[in-house]
């Protein structure tokens, strides 16, 4: 479709951020629409933004619609649905936004949209599963955030520790964007050096435990995450957009499991062009099947 156009479904705190991310950078994308279950709330974002065009970094068409307005659009953002409280983990949020998601996404599709997903919404990984279901489109343009922003987390904190930069830090988090994520500590490097043998294995289990939890502690002090979320969604609409061909652990389903988890990928135009086939120690694999179990009975727990 290449017009570089972009919906936002849900104009809460991360949906907002979102869009405030996009238009704070030079990115590919030259159109956004937000769209919210409440409509004013979406047209008094789209106003907000609208003020920064003037001074802002790039140029780029905001405005505020419906669903229908998806018919052209290369990629549908969904951060709509019930919010996280404090205390509540992401599993307890599924009921609510399967039901949610099932009516955005059949009004979506009836616009005539054939661009991509990505969903943002909790529990990601489920709703990614139940977004390829319910709209029908191919496995690779069904696409969540994945433990995308878990893996900053991971380089962020591994950084810290290595006094270096978190961008020469390689690092995964990987599996479900939850309780039963894991660290492919086997695989993280930071140029060229294992940080499995710089740092100790105390130190690392204390880095995998901050990184998979970090989320409640941001929730517990300021209600809700969503910088973290917005800029890392930012870099995967670039990443779509731009077709960087870049690796990513975006969540998208895998066909031998038969469940959408976050796993190191290959992002480019088309979505997922593949996920990598990687050589996981034995541990790690026992820990991404204990994740990809409690993905299923999550999926399976939903009657719809």
């Known amino acids: 479709m290449d017009n570089n156009k972009v919906m936002i479904v849900g104009t809460g705190n991360v949906g907002a951020s979102i869009a405030f991310a996009l238009l704070n950078q030079r990115t590919a994308v030259n159109e956004i629409i937000l769209t919210d279950i409440i409509a004013k709330d979406a047209e008094g974002e789209a106003m907000d933004l609208r003020d920064a065009l003037a001074v802002a970094p790039s140029y780029v068409k905001i ?35 399967v039901n949610i998601l099932k009516g955005m996404v059949e009004q979506i599709m ?8 990505l969903v943002v919404t909790n529990p990601m990984d489920v709703l990614t599963y139940y977004t390829m279901k319910f709209s029908g489109l191919p496995a690779e343009r069904v696409i969540g955030s994945g433990t995308v922003l878990d893996s900053a ?21 990987i599996g479900e964007h939850g309780d039963t994520e894991l660290t492919l500590w086997s695989l993280a490097d930071a140029g060229g050096q294992k940080v499995a043998e710089m740092l100790s ?68 135009r088309e979505g997922v062009i593949r996920r990598l086939d990687l050589k996981i120690s034995e541990k790690e694999g026992l820990a991404l099947q204990k994740s990809i179990n409690t993905l299923k009975k999550a999926i399976n727990s939903v009657k719809i």
Do not use: H, W
């Not at 904190?157 to 830090?169: D, F, G, P, Q, W």
């Open 63 to 97: 405005s505020n619609g419906t669903y229908k307005d998806a018919k052209d659009c290369d990629v549908v953002v969904i951060t709509a649905g019930a919010a996280q409280k404090p205390g509540e983990t992401r599993m307890e949020l599924l009921k609510k936004n």
């Open 110 to 117: 009836a616009s005539g949209f054939n661009g991509i997903f």
């Open 153 to 173: 987390r991971l380089r962020q904190r591994i950084a810290n520790y290595l006094n270096i930069n978190a961008k020469s830090v390689n690092a995964y988090q």
């Open 201 to 268: 294995l105390d130190v690392r289990d204390g880095i995998s435990d901050f990184v998979r939890d970090e989320a409640y502690e941001i929730i517990e002090k300021k209600g809700a995450t969503y910088y973290g979320i917005a800029t890392c969604v930012v870099a995967i609409l670039n990443c779509i957009l731009n077709d960087e061909m870049r690796i990513m652990p975006v969540s998208s389903y895998d066909d031998f499991s038969g469940v959408s988890f976050g796993f190191p990928s290959v992002v480019g």
